[in-house]
């Protein structure tokens, strides 16, 4: 089993940025793919990116703005978001696949954390 805990999350203006955190714990592996989605308020979760051991992957609509990345002896992975926008308010998902592939399927992904609110007001 692996345990996943966000945080990071917030309220912020149009424009600025959020850091957001994924701390794993459990049977945890450097191989492991992770990722996040998001999900608004009546709306499907959706991707948002993903990092495997050596490749990253983004959606369209956040590309040039956020960035994943990994500190794998923290056990931790990062979403940084910049030039926030009001219509990236959702509720942001930590993913765990123990494929080494970057896959962007909801339901490739094994383990999911809580998720963490980010809400960006105009």
């Known amino acids: 089993q692996v345990q996943l805990v966000e945080s990071g999350g917030g309220l912020v203006q149009a424009g600025g940025s959020l850091r957001l955190s994924c701390a794993a714990s459990?049977?945890?592996?450097?191989?492991?793919?992770m990722g996040w989605f998001r999900q608004a308020p009546g709306k499907e979760r959706e991707f948002v990116a993903a990092i495997s051991w050596s490749d990253t992957s983004y959606a369209d609509s956040v590309k040039g703005r956020f960035t994943i990345s990994r500190d794998n002896a923290k056990k931790t992975v990062y979403l940084q978001m910049n030039s926030l926008a009001p219509e990236d308010t959702a509720v942001y998902y930590c993913a765990a696949d123990r494929s080494s592939r970057i896959t962007l399927s909801i339901g490739n992904y094994d383990y999911w954390g809580q998720g963490t609110q980010v809400t960006v007001s105009s």
């Open positions: 459990g049977r945890t592996s450097s191989t492991l793919t």
